[in-house]
Nanobody, 132 residues
């Protein structure tokens, strides 16, 4: 199983950036993907997650709600994190992670997965720096 996160970079306050997470080695229709971030000296924190069932409502951290949008392209085995109106406090290394479901059931798909321990696989991280 491999997760590859990319798309980070150095941007200005108010700019937008789109991160991508490509997943291989899993059946795309039966795993959830979450985005987390970690700033220097801080713990890894939840950003957003999305289940595998088509139309599953994503979950967002309060700090990014209304600015970030998570989505998935099943044909491309890729999950995106569109980040708008970026702020300096969004500066961090962003990680994507995957939770593999046993049965792929709908009610399992819609559960929020807010903790790093909820996930089975992790990508390598991509740096996002927002300069003021």
């Amino acid at each position: 199983v491999q997760l590859q996160a990319y798309g980070g970079g150095l941007v200005q306050v108010g700019d937008s950036l789109r991160l991508s997470c490509t997943v291989s080695g899993l059946t795309f229709s039966t795993y959830a993907v979450g985005w987390f971030r970690q700033a220097p000296g801080k713990e890894r924190g939840f950003v957003a997650d999305i289940g595998w069932w088509n139309g599953t409502k994503p979950h967002y951290a309060t700090s990014v709600k209304g600015r970030f949008t998570i989505s998935r392209d099943n044909a491309e085995n890729t999950v995106y994190l569109q980040m708008n109106s970026l702020k300096p406090e969004d500066t961090a290394v962003y990680y994507c992670a995957a939770f593999q479901s046993e049965g792929g059931h709908y009610f399992d798909s819609i559960q929020p997965r807010l903790r790093p321990s909820d996930y089975d696989y992790w990508g390598q991280g991509t740096q996002v720096t927002v300069s003021s």
